[in-house]
């Protein structure tokens, strides 16, 4: 790899995570959407960088998976299912305010980055900021998935998951087989449309969309 | 022939997926999953001649262990279509049951390409496609719980499979370091011992922790009993009958990837972790209120006491994992039959609001005692053999405290299943007497044949199966 794609990849890695971790303190959720589609414009454009030279069809099949299904796709499945009053509101019900959770994420990244460098020592990767950065990405997913309650962030958590986890894996495993083409290609999309399916439910049903916060099938003690 | 077992399904998802297939849609799946039965016991009976059938190299092939995995879920699949045929006829008709049937076929599907399967990738894949499948059968009653129970049941789960797929990506690197390029069962045992520690390690953890949501392994376990008490009662059967397993089945042949590296103490790991969720599995089962969540308990139980006997990293241990692995299969899907009998009888979920189950319908009250004293290990029934043979396999192990937990808390939850559905089945009627759909009484009676001919008769051809898996498993 050339220097100045290492130095474009490494500018892409930090982009990416500053992305991921501006998802955690967006509170409308259109905003959430947006940050998710540059986040997924950014996995796409490592995979690109990466893929150029030498030349890794793998990879570059890879980015234009992403581009298609997580860029395109994905969005327009919920802006289509999810009631459009929904991506205007402010989710204000969310857990920990805004400084807490830019802490929290920033911890987290020095957490991923730490766990990569373990990693690390072991065997040499492609590319070792993809490693930490993607282990990093896939923490603070999983704290945007926790501290969310809406249905719309909550899913947008879990993909920025597999978009860290997917980052790391282009790294460590440029040739892996087949899954994450197809997993992107086919798994993202339906789980996009059963999620904003489930959302549209809720929303005719009960008028809310925050599905995170029913707590009816608590094991009750008398 | 076994490329088209899981393609019976697929065409009975397309046959009803079609418009004005509403009557036909329950026929169709019926007949469609009893082919796949035949066929999954066909590919069995062959494999057992040859030890296995590779029909894509590297990507599609069957051995004893996934054939007995296959006619599990096949056996599963037919009941609870069966079951499904008088179980939403008398909710309602029309396009909702339709699509109903269109999802079941589609959910039995992937459930079926797993076993199938031998790229690890693939299965990842398809456990994923498992759950996106049956979340919107999980929700099919369209109310706030149910909706809630989805919603927990898609969440975590997925969770757990973003967790996973991060460690298959790690065991991937792992293997590439080798030199080799087979992402297989047998390939990654070949490679293991000279793959790295940190990256072996640090996969074993994510993948237990990633696939253990989706089994229900405690404390990832709280989606389970919210997606199996609030689904319709045969997709519970299908989801803790056989889902949870053959996300297990994951797990154990990914097992002794990792035991090949001693400082990793796998054993140790899936002992601990496993009488974690039998012990809370069993007081859980003390102190619920709802009949269905009780038996989704006794899943999370079950899933545990075989994480703890595959463990014992012994070959004994692993013919006893597998033949609880049946018992489980059959007794559980039969016990949500029951429950789904009940449910149609009394019209309530809650164990206090059922009394005098006997009086308001007999084979519901009759279901509900044998599916009860089966799950829970009475003697007599096929899991009181095998967690005999667990004992044993413990013993021989010399894991004498894990086999001591384990006693007695299969013992605490056997007597708290027994309290709860005594207490249904006895006193006076609170409702008048009803009559169950025709289909169900068969599901009910098909149902009941191998939870009770199991436990007294253990067939040649089972047999050998179980010893042919279990030396698959190769502890």
């Not at chain 2, 129970?149 to 293997?175: D, E, P, S």
């Amino acid at each position: 790899m050339s220097a100045v794609i290492a130095e474009l990849n490494a500018l892409v890695l930090g982009l990416f995570i500053i992305t991921t971790i501006a998802m955690t303190v967006a509170r409308q959720i259109g905003a959430c959407m947006q940050l998710f589609i540059v986040q997924s414009l950014l996995l796409a454009a490592s995979a690109f960088l990466l893929g150029a030279s030498p030349v890794s069809w793998h990879l570059i099949a890879l980015g234009c998976v992403t581009l298609a299904s997580k860029v395109v796709v994905i969005p327009w499945v919920i802006r289509a299912l999810v009631p459009g009053e929904v991506h205007q509101r402010r989710e204000l019900s969310q857990t920990i305010d805004v400084p807490a959770a830019l802490l929290i994420s920033l911890g987290l990244t020095l957490i991923g980055y730490a766990f990569a460098l373990h990693l690390m020592r072991s065997a040499p990767s492609l590319s070792p900021g993809n490693l930490a950065m993607g282990i990093a990405g896939l923490l603070v997913g999983l704290f945007l998935l926790a501290v969310r309650i809406e249905a719309v962030p909550q899913l947008l958590g879990i993909l920025a998951m597999e978009n860290g986890a997917f980052l790391a894996g282009i790294a460590v495993a440029p040739d892996f087989p087949l899954i994450a083409e197809l997993a992107i290609a086919f798994d993202v999309p339906l789980l996009a449309f059963i999620v904003a399916l489930l959302a549209r439910t809720a929303y005719r049903r009960m008028g809310t969309t925050e599905v995170g916060g029913l707590s009816a099938l608590r094991e009750r003690v008398h | 022939m076994i490329l088209l077992i899981p393609l019976f399904p697929l065409a009975a998802a397309l046959w009803c997926a079609v418009p004005r297939s509403n009557r036909a849609a329950p026929f169709v799946t019926f007949a469609a999953s009893v082919v796949t039965l035949g066929l999954s016991l066909a590919a069995l009976g062959a494999v057992r001649a040859v030890s296995e059938i590779v029909v894509v190299r590297n990507w599609i092939a069957l051995d004893a262990l996934a054939g007995l995995l296959l006619v599990l879920i096949a056996l599963v699949y037919a009941t609870a279509a069966l079951f499904s045929w008088g179980y939403l006829s008398d909710e309602e008709h029309g396009r909702r049951v339709r699509l109903y049937h269109a999802n079941f076929n589609l959910f039995a599907f992937s459930m079926l390409c797993i076993p199938l399967l031998s790229e690890i990738g693939l299965v990842w894949i398809f456990v994923e496609l498992t759950t996106l499948l049956s979340v919107l059968l999980v929700s099919y009653a369209l109310n706030a719980e149910a909706l809630e129970a989805a919603w927990k049941y898609m969440v975590l789960t997925l969770l757990g499979a973003t967790i996973a797929v991060l460690g298959i990506l790690l065991l991937f690197w792992a293997l590439h370091i080798t030199g080799s390029t087979d992402f297989t069962w047998d390939g990654l045992r070949a490679a293991a011992p000279r793959m790295p520690y940190p990256l072996l390690g640090a996969a074993f953890a994510l993948i237990l922790v990633g696939y253990g949501a989706k089994v229900g392994f405690v404390p990832l376990h709280t989606w389970l009993p919210d997606a199996h008490s609030q689904a319709p009662s045969p997709v519970c059967a299908m989801l803790s009958g056989i889902e949870t397993s053959a996300v297990l089945y994951v797990i154990l042949r990914l097992r002794n990837v990792f035991a090949s590296d001693a400082h990793l103490h796998v054993g140790t790991w899936f002992v601990t972790a496993g009488l974690v969720s039998v012990i809370v599995a069993a007081l859980l089962i003390l102190q619920t209120h709802d009949y269905k969540r009780l038996f989704a308990f006794s899943t999370v139980e079950h899933m545990g006491i075989m994480l703890t006997a595959a463990g014992f990293l012994t070959p004994i241990g692993d013919v006893a994992v597998l033949w609880q692995l049946v018992a489980h299969a059959v007794s559980k899907s039969f016990c949500f039959y029951a429950a789904g009998a009940t449910l149609l009888a009394t019209g309530t979920r809650e164990i206090a609001g059922v009394r005098g189950l006997l009086g308001t319908s007999r084979v519901a009250a009759g279901a509900m005692l044998l599916g009860g004293l089966a799950i829970g290990g009475a003697p007599g029934f096929a899991a009181f053999l095998s967690e005999l043979a667990i004992f044993k396999a413990g013993l021989l192990a010399h894991m004498y405290l894990a086999i001591g937990l384990l006693a007695i808390f299969i013992v605490v939850a056997f007597f708290g299943l027994l309290r709860h559905i005594t207490h249904m089945v006895g006193g006076d009627p609170e409702s008048r007497r009803r009559r169950l759909p025709a289909p169900c009484l068969w599901a009910l009676g098909i149902g009941a044949i191998p939870v009770v001919l199991l436990g007294v008769w253990l067939p040649r051809g089972l047999g050998d199966t179980l010893l042919s898996a279990a030396r698959v498993l190769g502890a």
